[in-house]
């Protein structure tokens, strides 16, 4: 009876290995929020990490996170590491694409608490009096992250704060 019940949990094991291998190599989240405001507005708080205190909610993780800047003062070549060691982990961004008051994309490379590199992207688009925004990452799902997509909905997990950031967007620049 215990042999049995050892075989059924080994395949059990294996069944969810093999199923995690299946899953897609390449993940994307994306949200999108309509902002009242220019997108000329919204653009310089994306586009100037100095700035990212006012909205992203990444920067609320840890109070004691220690961040430094380098490059350009913003838009492309514009660097922004930062090390934690509470939820906000460790990692270095690095903007690649500035397109005044339309596109920011960025080299998003983590460290920690697990290695990934991404690619995050926000897009402006002016819609009658206001603007559409887009945030959006994008990049390879190792091995390990597609095992933990069985468990974890990823989508529901980063869109969460997606959400938050493009909420706190809105409040910056419609006042």
Do not use: C
Request: proline share 6%; aromatic share 10%.
């Amino acid at each position: 009876m215990l042999k049995t019940i050892a075989l059924a949990i080994v395949a059990a094991i294996a069944a969810l290995l093999i199923f995690a291998a299946t899953r897609p190599d390449n993940f994307r989240v994306e949200r999108t929020a309509r902002i009242n405001a220019p997108a000329e507005k919204i653009f310089p708080l994306i586009d100037d990490f100095h700035r990212w205190g006012t909205w992203s909610p990444y920067e609320k993780l840890d109070p004691d996170m220690q961040r430094s800047f380098g490059g350009s003062a913003s838009g492309k070549g514009a660097t922004y590491a930062w090390e934690s060691k509470g939820k906000a982990g460790a990692g270095r961004m690095e903007i690649t694409e500035s397109t005044p008051a339309s596109k920011v994309a960025i080299k998003l490379d983590f460290t920690q608490p697990m290695e990934g590199h991404n690619v995050a992207e926000f897009t402006l688009q002016p819609q009658e009096g206001a603007t559409q925004v887009t945030w959006s990452m994008h990049g390879p799902s190792p091995y390990i992250a597609k095992l933990m997509g069985i468990f974890f909905n990823m989508d529901q997990m980063i869109g969460k704060d997606f959400e938050a950031g493009l909420a706190n967007l809105k409040t910056a620049t419609e006042k």
